[in-house]
């Protein structure tokens, strides 16, 4: 593809088994919306899912590549140009410190799914995109990354310098 510039997009379902966003992104659905943005390449961590997506889209224009597992993460969320996340804390905010794109994918299997209502959260405050398995096509059709707003942490230091007062400790 000379001339064009690679848009990756990166996929995590972290440690855990969620096959169903690795179909829902391994669907011709979605693989034709990510098109669609100008995403050119689709790289998929897929943890211990039993699911093996399939290297090939449809009209082949984009290019997809899998794996398991790796030592860190972090690399190939910093060169994505979006990233397509389960609901976990960790990746969440790994990738909104980053200042990435993010797409987060609730696994609705999971009881008492605190994950949703920190995704949903993070979502009305416009930090993020939050969808279902079922919804990642029409969320990946309709998003508009302007609409983001960049995620700043919170200063933990006055709630810090409160403790230690409370404790008797020195404050800075």
Do not use: W
Request: proline residues 5%; hydrophobic residues 40%.
């Amino acid at each position: 593809m000379a001339g064009t510039e690679q848009r990756t997009v990166f996929v995590t379902v972290g440690t855990t088994c969620f096959d169903a966003l690795v179909m829902a992104v391994d669907s011709p659905e979605v693989k034709k919306a990510l098109l669609q943005q100008g995403y050119t390449d689709l790289l998929i961590q897929m943890g211990r899912g039993a699911y093996v997506p399939s290297k090939v889209s449809g009209d082949a224009t984009l290019q997809v590549d899998y794996f398991t597992f790796s030592p860190s993460i972090a690399d190939h969320m910093r060169t994505a140009s979006l990233v397509i996340s389960h609901a976990g804390s960790g990746s969440i905010f790994e990738t909104l410190r980053l200042g990435k794109p993010l797409i987060v994918v609730v696994n609705e299997d999971l009881m008492d799914n605190h994950q949703s209502e920190l995704a949903e959260e993070l979502a009305e405050r416009k930090h993020l995109f939050c969808a279902r398995p079922q919804t990642l096509g029409e969320t990946i059709r309709t998003m508009d990354l302007g609409t983001l707003v960049p995620y700043v942490p919170g200063d933990a230091k006055p709630v810090v310098n409160l403790i230690n007062e409370f404790l008797g400790f020195p404050v800075d």
